[in-house]
């Protein structure tokens, strides 16, 4: 599985694009194998072109679906292929219509039994129950009824709600149960076992885990070894479900409360890690380019 798959309908509009790059680019190869210079972008308007004979620039983007200006430059790349030609309107001689050119009307012509072969193989490749033209066709009348951004909007004001309800608990790992919920977190996260963690060698053998709930739930948890003055980071991770909702913030808000001599906290970690520890408030202080790691600070204020 993808990386991008883990983000699930966030990820529709990579999955629709991706679909969209396969099909254009098979299509435009079948093009050129067969000698034609056509190209997938210029289907709509043409295909529109030839059934509704003449149409302003701004007709037909509201057929293709396509702002003013990203018609217009498709449109200026298809006339100039000699493909599309523009005539005075016979009601307004101040207005110019589009039309397809002689040329263009050739390639029509040629084009359909490529249309008919294209279309049948689309039928092979969608039919199954989710059959996606049709669940395209009444995603697009959703949106007609309801914009997309007005949604996301009436949305955004329940979940904002919703967030403000959130209940976080910070636990020390003082009992199997929780420490076993704080390591299988860890393996849920990241790659290594728990038993291979790396030995940051502050004067503890074994770390010592916290674990973040939120409304009840394990979210996130950390390990850390302490000295008399340092407290180092030895793993701090969040479930994906629960990222970008403060769980960290917690984690690091937690220990350094339950630890008030506490001066320095030090946190060893990858370095495309950086900015996950610059977010929680500390500072790139060291590199070690040969082991691709970076020492990270957060200084407490008394």
């Not at 996301?152 to 910070?170: C, G, M, P, R, Y």
């Not at 790659?191 to 030995?199: H, K, Q, T």
């Not at 008399?228 to 984690?251: K, T």
């Amino acid at each position: 599985m993808n990386t991008i798959e883990k983000a699930g309908i966030l990820a529709i509009a990579a999955k629709l694009q991706n679909v969209l790059d396969t099909l254009r680019d098979a299509v435009n190869l079948f093009y050129q194998a067969h000698g034609i210079n056509f190209e997938t972008k210029w289907f709509p308007p043409i295909y529109v072109l030839s059934i509704a004979n003449q149409l302003s620039v701004t007709e037909l983007a509201k057929e293709i679906g396509l702002s003013h200006p990203a018609a217009i430059g498709l449109l200026k790349e298809i006339e100039k292929n000699g493909l599309i030609s523009s005539v005075k309107d016979s009601r307004d001689e101040r207005k110019r219509n589009l039309m397809l050119s002689p040329k263009g009307r050739e390639m029509v012509s040629e084009l359909k039994p490529y249309w008919d072969s294209i279309a049948s193989t689309l039928s092979d490749v969608t039919a199954n129950p989710h059959n996606l033209y049709i669940a395209l066709t009444e995603v697009e009348m959703r949106l007609d009824e309801k914009p997309l951004l007005e949604r996301l909007n009436e949305k955004a004001v329940h979940i904002l709600e919703q967030s403000k309800d959130k209940e976080f608990t910070i636990e020390r790992c003082d009992n199997s149960f929780a420490l076993n919920l704080a390591k299988a977190i860890h393996r849920e996260i990241f790659s290594y076992p728990v038993d291979e963690e790396i030995n940051l060698d502050v004067g503890e053998s074994n770390p010592t885990y916290f674990l973040a709930s939120v409304n009840g739930l394990p979210a996130g948890y950390t390990a850390i070894y302490v000295t008399d003055s340092e407290m180092e980071i030895d793993s701090i991770g969040v479930l994906e479900q629960y990222r970008n909702q403060g769980v960290a913030r917690h984690l690091i808000q937690h220990i350094k409360q339950s630890y008030p001599s506490m001066k320095l906290i030090k946190a060893v970690c990858e370095i495309h890690q950086k900015n996950f520890f610059e977010h929680l408030g500390f500072v790139h202080r060291k590199a070690d380019k040969e082991h691709n790691r970076i020492t990270m600070e957060l200084k407490i204020v008394s």
